[in-house]
């Protein structure tokens, strides 16, 4: 199968090599979920496609004591996996609010992550998890933190020859909290008019490793780093929650558009974190 | 053009597609397999979900060959041996169908739901098919189909 | 007689069939040979086509045929006939049919369509109806934005004395209700498959609602019949003479099949593809099959207009509603289609189930640079609805009186004479509220409850 327009990749490392002699020309397809609406929709037109949907990129693992999640693995599958569960309880709740059964069976996490929605739900879970990606390509590979993948709506770090591998997050210790919510128009099959994503460790009531994020209100999913260091070696109580809440929506710059206003955006996320952090702090 | 084979409700199937081909255009244009339905072609009605390898998928955002070497059931190949399955008796005998479009991947969003989950409460159900739209019914006797046919259903699900 | 099947709990007839995968909706209908059929439509809301050139897109290769206005035997239908199959020069709103290509697959089709050239003069558009009615408002048609029924600009229905009502009542309570635009979005596209038969006639595979209509309609727009299309009728609620679509002769050449349907609601009640797909088959005598994608649907198919009511009532202290003034307006688009009738039809209703003496409905249609209003779930009746049983409950809460008391008090019964003139025989308003309170677990005072729709009844 040399100059097949579909190419089914046996590992990551075929998939880097084809990818390499395609440039531009190829896209690579995990699920489809994101890539597919867009063919169907006749926004894009590739040539190639480099299927990565069996080529092992999916192992979800503890490893080197970090969480290690294949850019390959399904939100079902992250949904369903013991250890996400046990290190990544946020990133469980995130990725059950995608779409529907039938998207998140085979949608990805890393899919999530490269389409680079403003509103992409594990992408902005990930961020307040702290994760790192790691990007490889046929003539090596970086880590970066999830924080700085991202450049504009739809737009990252990604070079044409390279490919996300995995997502490394830290495991949990202590009395880990978090939460997650997000306002759509239903409850299922939406992008979101406004998400939050907290995660923090209680230790003696203090809050520690705050990371406060938030999807769809600004040009790509937002690490609210103003109000995680707010927050960051305190002990909560109302009126520093509602300080840690407005400080993370004054961070935000969200748009009108057909979902909802700016104004809304802005004030809804606020509460959505004021909520999170009420019973998360509890 | 790459040379797609695969399994559809227990039929082996070899059929020329292009990269970017669709499951659905395959099953509805190819394989003269009708009940999965266009609805939307972006994944966001449910009338064309079908089950790939156990998991229930949207036919219309699958590109073909994702489902080489795999098994492909559609509505059509739910009835074991010509008896009914328990969703399609409960749906008929619960009035869950008007105009019959969404019906077909509204069945196989239950199978699905039935197959991993034998007795499952009215918001798994709701949950569960919340990928499927109907501007008919209003769901209630949908949902009341799923709960019908979960009673009846063997816990192996079929 | 005895009743089979009244009372008796009976399956759906072809619930058998949609449960087992063997319904077959016009998509599901499968030619060898057919066509796939794509418009090329207006990307301007308003403007002039000045010219229009589709050699490039014919001269493709597997493109069978290329339609435009030129090939339309005759370009104008509906209830009035003022809507163009493909835009011959004014275009009145964007995604408006200009050319459509029937071509061997989708992917040459949508080729095809980047093939057209067209010269476009791009006017200002108007959106807002309430903008539209200004005399200094772009004008969407020539003869003005706004409807006249016969020698009114706005359907006119009365009765008794309005103003008097309105010097003797209590209270004037006066609101606007804004009922807004909907689409029906059925699971099932618009979705048309024209096969040419032997001997110049067409069968076509239809999702429509309205068949017969329809079937008049293609058959003016296709002059089956020769020159003999048109009939003269009474346009009622214009109350001028108007030349009808009606073809009164060749509709014996079209068949229209009609399949299992994915849900009309009232979205397939308007020609949108069966015309396209006709003439294009009858020029390549190919089958051509035209689905619309859910995005033309949402954008171009027809919709429920939105409605703009305006009630103010007179009402006394003991909840008699004893005058009521409404103006409506009905924002239909661009074209008539139903849409004044709508207006109409609407007008009839404002009364809503209660009597009221002195009433005086001004409805307007309106037209706007918007895609054609149509046919919806309660055509032009719940919108009037909506207003009408919201101002009751305004009523009853500036008079501090119980919602249910008010209706029951307001209520139609035997003899009364409603704003069309009928006289009720047989009203049920205030037995079917009886029921209601009774299945909703509300208890109504006995006074209500003892109430019958008798004319010496009113409270």
């Known amino acids: 199968m040399t100059n097949s327009d579909f190419f089914a990749a046996r590992d990551i490392h075929e998939a880097c090599t084809r990818l390499s002699q395609s440039g531009k020309e190829a896209h690579i397809l995990a699920g489809g979920t994101d890539l597919m609406v867009a063919i169907n929709r006749r926004r894009l037109f590739p040539h190639k496609l480099i299927y990565i949907g069996q080529s092992g990129m999916d192992a979800i693992e503890v490893k080197d004591g970090h969480l290690v999640i294949g850019a390959a693995a399904t939100h079902t599958a992250v949904i369903q996996s013991k250890a996400v569960k046990d290190h990544a309880g946020l990133l469980v709740d995130a990725c059950c609010s995608i779409g529907s059964k039938a998207i998140r069976n085979i949608g990805t996490i890393g899919g999530n992550i490269c389409n680079a929605s403003p509103a992409a739900d594990a992408a902005t879970a990930l961020l307040a998890l702290g994760a790192e990606v790691k990007l490889v390509s046929a003539h090596g590979e970086r880590a970066i933190a999830l924080k700085d993948f991202f450049t504009g709506p739809g737009e990252t770090v990604l070079q044409p020859d390279e490919l996300l591998k995995e997502i490394i997050l830290p495991l949990t210790k202590g009395d880990s909290r978090w939460g997650w919510l997000k306002v759509g128009q239903r409850k299922a099959d939406v992008i979101g008019i406004a998400t939050a994503a907290v995660s923090l460790r209680l230790e003696h009531g203090t809050c520690r490793d705050v990371r406060i994020a938030l999807g769809a209100v600004a040009p790509t ?18 009126s520093l929650i509602s300080e840690v809440a407005q400080a993370a929506a004054d961070e935000t710059s969200p748009i009108d558009d057909a979902r909802g206003s700016a104004w809304y955006r802005k004030q809804i996320c606020g ?12 | 053009m790459p040379v797609l084979e695969l399994k559809v409700n227990g039929n082996d199937c070899q059929v020329l597609v292009e990269h970017t081909t669709s499951l659905l255009e395959v099953l509805r244009e190819k394989l003269m397999i009708l009940s999965p339905k266009m609805g939307c072609n972006t994944g966001d009605c449910g009338a064309c979900s079908v089950i790939l390898d156990g998991m229930l998928v949207h036919s219309c955002i699958t590109p073909a060959m994702v489902a080489s070497g795999k098994e492909v059931i559609t509505l059509e190949g739910i009835s074991a041996s010509g008896e009914l399955h328990p969703l399609q008796k409960a749906f008929q005998d619960n009035h869950a169908t008007q105009c019959g479009f969404c019906t077909p991947g509204m069945i196989m969003a239950a199978k699905a739901l039935l197959d991993e989950n034998p007795k499952p409460t009215e918001p798994q159900i709701k949950k569960a098919l919340s990928g499927n739209l109907c501007r008919c019914t209003g769901y209630k006797k949908i949902v009341e189909s799923v709960m019908a046919a979960s009673a009846d259903n063997p816990a192996s699900g079929s | 007689m005895a009743l089979e099947v009244v009372g008796k709990r009976a399956l759906k007839y072809d619930g058998m069939s949609h449960i087992t995968g063997q319904s077959r909706y ?4 499968l030619i060898p040979g057919t066509l796939t059929v794509k418009a090329f439509r207006s990307p301007v809301h308003k ?13 493709m290769p597997g493109v069978a045929g290329v339609i435009t206005y030129r090939d339309v035997p005759h370009n104008a239908y509906g209830m009035e006939p003022d809507q163009p199959v493909l835009v011959e020069k004014d275009i009145r709103y964007k995604g408006e049919p200009i050319a459509a290509v029937a071509a061997i697959n989708e992917k040459v089709a949508y080729a095809a369509l980047d093939r057209i050239v067209v010269d476009i003069e791009e006017e200002e558009p108007v959106f807002d109806p309430l903008k539209a009615m200004e005399p200094d408002a772009p004008k969407v048609r020539p003869e003005g934005n706004v409807y006249m029924f016969g020698s009114e600009p706005f359907k006119k229905v009365y009765i008794g004395d309005i103003d008097e009502g309105f010097r003797k009542a209590d209270h004037i309570i006066e609101e606007t209700y804004f009922y807004p635009d909907m689409e029906h979005s059925a699971l099932e596209t618009q979705v048309s498959l024209a096969v040419p038969e032997a001997m110049g006639k067409l069968t076509i595979y239809t999702v429509s609602q309205a068949r017969n209509f329809h079937l008049g309609m293609l058959a003016g727009i296709l002059k089956l019949g020769g020159d003999a299309l048109q009939c003269e009728c009474i346009n009622e609620w214009s109350g001028k003479t108007r030349s009808s679509w009606r073809g009164k002769t060749g509709m014996n050449r079209v068949r229209l099949e009609g399949y299992a349907v994915g849900g009309g609601f009232g979205g397939k009640n308007e020609l949108h593809a069966d015309h396209i797909t006709a003439l294009l088959a009858l020029k390549t005598a190919r089958p051509c099959k035209w689905r619309w994608t859910r995005e033309e649907e949402l954008l171009y198919s027809t919709h429920r207009g939105p409605w703009y009511v305006t009630i103010k009532d007179g009402v006394m202290n003991d909840g008699r509603i004893i005058a009521r003034y409404v103006k409506s307006i009905h924002d239909g688009g661009a074209y008539i289609g139903f849409n004044a009738y709508a207006a109409g039809k609407f007008s009839y209703f404002v009364n809503g189930p209660y009597y009221v003496p002195n009433l005086r409905c001004e409805g307007y249609c309106v037209f706007t640079n918007k895609p054609v209003a149509s046919t919806m779930r309660g055509f032009a009746v719940a919108p009037g609805t909506f207003a009408v049983e919201v101002q009751m409950h305004k009523i009853a809460e500036k008079l501090g009186m119980d919602p249910w008391e008010l209706r029951f008090k307001n209520a139609i019964l035997k003899g009364d004479q409603l704003v069309t003139r009928q006289v009720m025989k047989d009203p049920s308003l205030v037995e079917t509220m009886q029921a209601l309170a009774k299945r909703a677990g509300v208890t109504l005072p006995d006074h209500l409850m003892r109430m019958t729709s008798e004319s010496n009844q009113r409270i």
């Not at chain 1, 509460?271 to 509890?282: E, S």
Request: proline share 2%.
């Open chain 3, 26 to 29: 016009v998509d599901d209908i």
């Open chain 3, 47 to 59: 403007g002039r086509m000045k010219s229009i050139d589709t050699s490039k897109a014919e001269n």
């Open chain 1, 221 to 238: 999913p937002l690490f609210a780093a103003k109000a995680s260091a707010m927050l960051e070696g305190r002990t909560a109580d109302e």
């Open chain 1, 271 to 282: 509460v959505l974190v004021k909520r999170i952090l009420t019973a998360a702090t509890k």
